[in-house]
Antibody
């Protein structure tokens, strides 16, 4: 069955770099797109970026050049790296699969998320 | 970037009541609109895709509609398991954007 699982640190120091891995199973990264979404405590969902099935990427400009998304298809893993972390980057980070239904794309499967706290 | 304006921010309704949540897109996104339900501590769950199509396993009391650039999620008869936060998401073009969310509570 389709599964996504995020792994990463619970705590990151201010100005340091965050690295999170999304390990997927039940589908191929060369067939489906995978997105990153984050949610600060008590707040809404924010789209961060995407790894397209062809290997390209797209990013939310709000993260400027801080964010990088990559993948290792042989390991079925998608990676998020974000540098220069600030306290307002404290959030739960989710990866989600983009499935297509009747030609329309939706995030149909999500990981459970990893809660990251940025500490000073 | 496409903006999604979601309303209301919060809503309290009684069991069996009809509930409607709306999202207004800042430009034409066709039917590239999905609705999600999120419960505390959980990941969002897909309810509606393509603006009007019900995702697998979602009760038929949920429905989606579109009028121009305004999209609505309707719960026809509110049930005890329906409270949570509801989000719309436009998938028409990157950067994808979520609505701010609607917190639905039982009265």
């Amino acid at each position: 069955q389709v599964q996504l699982k995020e792994t990463g640190p619970d705590l990151v120091q201010l100005t340091q770099t965050l690295s999170i891995t999304c390990t997927v199973s039940g589908f191929s990264l060369t067939t489906y797109n995978v997105h990153w979404v984050r949610q600060p405590p008590g707040k809404g969902l924010e789209w961060m970026g995407a790894m397209w099935n062809g290997g390209g990427t797209d990013y939310n400009s709000a993260f400027k050049s801080r964010l990088s998304i990559s993948r290792d298809t042989s390991k079925s893993q998608v990676f998020l790296k974000m540098n220069s972390l600030q306290t307002d980057d404290t959030a739960k980070y989710f990866c989600a699969r983009q499935g297509y239904y009747d030609g329309y794309a939706s995030f149909d499967y999500w990981g459970q998320g990893v809660m990251v706290t940025v500490s000073s | 970037d496409i903006q999604m304006t979601q309303s209301p921010a919060s809503l309290s309704a009684s069991l069996e009541e009809i509930v409607t949540i709306t999202c207004q897109a800042s430009q034409d996104i066709g039917n590239w609109l999905a609705w999600y339900q999120q419960k505390p501590g959980k990941s969002p769950q897909l309810l509606i895709y393509g603006a009007t199509s019900l995702a697998d396993g979602v009760p038929s009391r949920f429905s989606g509609s579109r009028s121009g650039t305004q999209y609505s999620l309707k719960i026809s008869r509110l049930q005890v398991e329906d409270p949570g936060i509801y989000y719309c998401l436009q998938g028409y073009s990157a950067p994808y954007t979520f609505g701010a969310g609607t917190k639905l509570e039982l009265k």
